[in-house]
């Protein structure tokens, strides 16, 4: 079983840019299908974005195409987020896990989640 480990969270102004990192201390994560999630204080835990193993599938929430990005780098054994034009309501605890598919991007169909890392935009 894969555990993640999610880094690169902060507190960075709106308008601002983070870049998420998530990686194993354990087996690799390389070709298996990860999810991004966020969930803000008193919300859900939501899609952000996922990829399959092979990272010829990309899938987003549609409120934040264009300006985050997931791509992976299987010799590093990482999935990266880049988040750029932050605002406020990006505030939350970002978490990668595992898909159990390669296509079905859901927070209600992973796992091995990480312990997430915490991204706070604010002025």
């Known amino acids: 079983q894969l555990q993640l480990v999610e880094s690169g969270g902060g507190l960075v102004q709106p308008g601002g840019s983070l870049r998420l990192s998530c990686t194993t201390s354990?087996?690799?994560?390389?070709?298996?299908?990860i999810g991004w999630f966020r969930q803000a204080p008193g919300k859900e835990r939501e899609v952000v974005s996922c990829?399959?193993?092979?990272?010829?599938?990309?899938d987003y929430a549609d409120s934040l195409k264009g300006r985050f990005t997931i791509s992976r780098d299987n010799a590093k054994n990482t999935v990266y987020l880049q988040m750029n034009s932050l605002k406020p309501e990006d505030t939350a605890i970002y978490y990668c896990?595992?898909?159990?598919?390669?296509?079905?991007?859901?927070?209600?169909?992973?796992?091995?989640w990480g312990q997430g890392t915490h991204v706070t935009v604010s002025s």
């Open positions: 896990a595992q898909l159990n598919t390669q296509t079905l991007c859901d927070p209600l169909s992973a796992r091995s």
């Open positions: 354990g087996p690799t994560l390389n070709y298996k299908p």
């Open positions: 990829i399959s193993g092979s990272g010829g599938r990309l």
